[in-house]
């Protein structure tokens, strides 16, 4: 069992920025893909981005690349979601992700594990 639980979330004004981190615990961190997916208000769940196990192969949606980016700290059990140039429609809960695969959280087909979420809204 993965344990992940996302913090970082808040309110913040359209172009600024939030880190979103997700600590993880129980199984081996450092041998998971992980990832970030969302979710707005009406809409369907979403990818964002994931990072491999080593922290060597990122993959971003189209909508946050150049803006967001995804890292990881495999001694501290911790990935981050690093995002700026914030648009209205970032808003959103943003989930954690772990799996053994970086195509299961990008196509969202039987992730492993997910976190509770985190609350980003922004503001215009």
């Known amino acids: 069992q993965v344990q992940l639980v996302e913090s970082g979330g808040g309110l913040v004004q359209a172009g600024g920025s939030l880190r979103l981190s997700c600590f993880a615990s129980?199984?081996?961190?450092?041998?998971?893909?992980m990832g970030w997916l969302r979710q707005a208000p009406g809409k369907e769940r979403e990818f964002v981005a994931a990072i491999n196990w080593s922290g060597g192969s990122t993959y971003y949606a189209e909508f946050v690349k150049g803006r967001f980016t995804i890292s990881r700290d495999n001694a501290k059990n911790t990935v981050y979601l690093q995002m700026n140039s914030l648009k209205r429609e970032d808003t959103a809960v943003y989930y954690c992700a772990a799996d053994s695969s970086t195509v299961t959280i990008a196509t969202m087909r039987g992730i492993d594990y997910w976190g509770q979420g985190t609350q980003v809204t922004v503001s215009s």
């Open positions: 129980g199984r081996t961190f450092s041998g998971n893909a």
